[in-house]
């Protein structure tokens, strides 16, 4: 449990659970064909299911099913055989029939975890399916009117509901990464939270350390970037510490966060699960998953963050860093497995140093946000770093195949090092030659290094390798050198 000191010496315990909204890879919404598509013109993807009109009726999106089963898979859950869908009551403008379809007592995806740092484990209450509501729009309007842009009504959901585990700003966080990170993995949310695709709601409370008494939790709602979510519940921690210590009382409610400002501002008093009045739903019979479409699912998974991870540490030898820096996206360890594919497992760390620090930089340097878009592609450094390994050419002459694979000056580093003569001098004799031409023409260092002063080598070393181009190999360089110093 984290304790956070505050001014006046009391020491306080935070606890935090999260609730995050994933929107789901589904072409049509969950209880109908309408299309999902972000960025259409306004109430032009909305159908008379969306619209609530008199006599329609909904019937579930299967795809939207598939990818719950694929996250309870992911995290270790238990599917439910049976799960209902229940009409959650309330009012909204942007609620056209007056009730959210959701899930209550019985939710497709029971239980389960997530691991975060240091291997801390945050329990996962359930996940269940549920549409989204539209939205108001206040902008662009004439006068003070607001207009309903029901697009967005019917969007398939699932929201992902975390145990009070979380007792620090930091674990919430890395909690929201990882989550973040591992719907992308398995292909069932594209992740953008600038479209709302994924967004987080975080429950704090304070209690003072010790205290076997939770506190009075606010929920901040709708927080769209990692940023927020550490801004939001930072503000929040310290104003409940303050109301606490200047004796007010701290009401259950549902808060939002100003980015502007930094702070967090009722937006209404918290409502619990029997104000919403939840009662199955009519119009939609229960769900019944079989336990073919379970182990069909589990089959079609991909190899899960955690699993590549401890394959990366174990197999390939690489360090939790590395291995942890890999799997930040699916996206990233696809590339590295591909270069490693071509260059062997015996090459694994100078994969994981040329993706995490070479390509990266460059990625980077000319804001190319995904790893597939990298104008080198995973064969070619994979070829490259062969030639490394087998001395063709040396590191820093490989720096610049890079650049000119990277330009489109060849296909392959094999091309690229032909074309431009860039193989490294490997012959012995030839070496030496070098070497005894630099002994010679710089005395003042030879007398400085046998004076016992080492910086006189490595700069003897690097007379050899300019006038060698910078093709010579260094290691043979450093060993004649010394071998004809001494």
């Given at each position: 449990?984290?304790?956070?000191?505050?001014?006046?010496?009391?020491?306080?315990?935070?606890?935090?659970?999260?609730?995050?909204?994933?929107?789901?890879?589904?072409?049509?919404?969950?209880?109908?064909?309408?299309?999902?598509?972000?960025?259409?013109?306004?109430?032009?993807?909305?159908?008379?299911?969306?619209?609530?009109?008199?006599?329609?009726?909904?019937?579930?999106?299967?795809?939207?099913?598939?990818?719950?089963?694929?996250?309870?898979?992911?995290?270790?859950?238990?599917?439910?055989?049976?799960?209902?869908?229940?009409?959650?009551?309330?009012f909204y403008p942007d609620l056209p029939k007056g009730y959210q379809i959701s899930q209550f007592e019985l939710p497709v995806v029971i239980g389960g975890e997530l691991e975060i740092l240091n291997n801390k484990k945050i329990r996962l209450t359930r996940a269940h399916l549920e549409e989204d509501a539209g939205k108001s729009v206040h902008d662009g309007f004439a006068g003070n009117s607001t207009g309903i842009d029901l697009n967005r009504a019917g969007t398939p959901l699932l929201e992902i509901v975390s145990e009070p585990d979380i007792s620090s700003t930091e674990e919430a966080v890395e909690y929201a990464k990882t989550l973040h990170n591992l719907v992308q993995w398995i292909g069932i949310c594209d992740g953008n939270m600038q479209e709302g695709s994924f967004r987080c709601d975080a429950n704090v409370s304070v209690k003072r350390k010790g205290d076997p008494n939770l506190g009075t939790r606010r929920e901040i709602k709708n927080l769209n970037s990692f940023r927020n979510l550490k801004e939001a519940i930072d503000y929040e921690i310290q104003w409940q510490i303050n109301e606490i210590e200047e004796e007010r009382e701290i009401i259950q409610a549902t808060v939002l966060f100003d980015p502007d400002s930094g702070e967090t501002r009722t937006m209404r008093t918290k409502e619990d699960a029997h104000d919403y009045r939840y009662f199955p739903d009519p119009d939609l019979l229960p769900l019944y998953i079989s336990a073919d479409w379970i182990e069909n699912t589990k089959k079609a998974l991909p190899e899960l963050p955690h699993q590549k991870k401890q394959r990366y540490q174990n197999d390939l030898q690489l360090s939790e860093y590395d291995a942890n820096t890999l799997t930040a996206n699916a996206q990233i360890a696809d590339y590295f497995d591909n270069v490693v594919q071509i260059a062997g497992k015996n090459n694994a760390k100078p994969c994981a140093n040329w993706v995490m620090v070479d390509l990266a930089a460059k990625l980077n340097k000319e804001e190319i946000a995904n790893f597939a878009d990298s104008k080198v592609s995973a064969e070619q450094l994979g070829g490259l770093i062969l030639r490394i390994a087998d001395n063709t050419i040396s590191n820093n002459i490989g720096k610049k195949v890079f650049d000119a694979l990277w330009n489109n000056e060849g296909n392959s580093a094999d091309e690229i090092i032909a074309s431009k003569g860039l193989k490294q001098i490997t012959d012995s004799g030839a070496i030496v030659k070098l070497v005894e031409q630099i002994i010679a023409e710089n005395p003042d260092n030879v007398a400085e290094f046998r004076a016992g002063k080492t910086k006189a080598f490595n700069a003897l070393v690097g007379k050899v390798m300019k006038a060698g181009k910078g093709k010579v190999n260094p290691q043979q360089v450093n060993e004649i050198l010394r071998e004809k110093l001494q």
């Open positions: 449990m984290s304790v956070i000191s505050a001014n006046s010496g009391q020491e306080w315990e935070v606890v935090i659970g999260m609730e995050t909204h994933a929107q789901l890879l589904c072409k049509s919404k969950i209880f109908s064909g309408a299309s999902t598509e972000f960025g259409a013109d306004a109430n032009t993807h909305a159908c008379a299911v969306d619209l609530a009109l008199p006599g329609v009726l909904p019937v579930l999106n299967k795809n939207a099913v598939q990818c719950a089963i694929k996250f309870g898979l992911a995290i270790g859950a238990k599917i439910a055989e049976k799960s209902v869908f229940a009409r959650k009551n309330y």
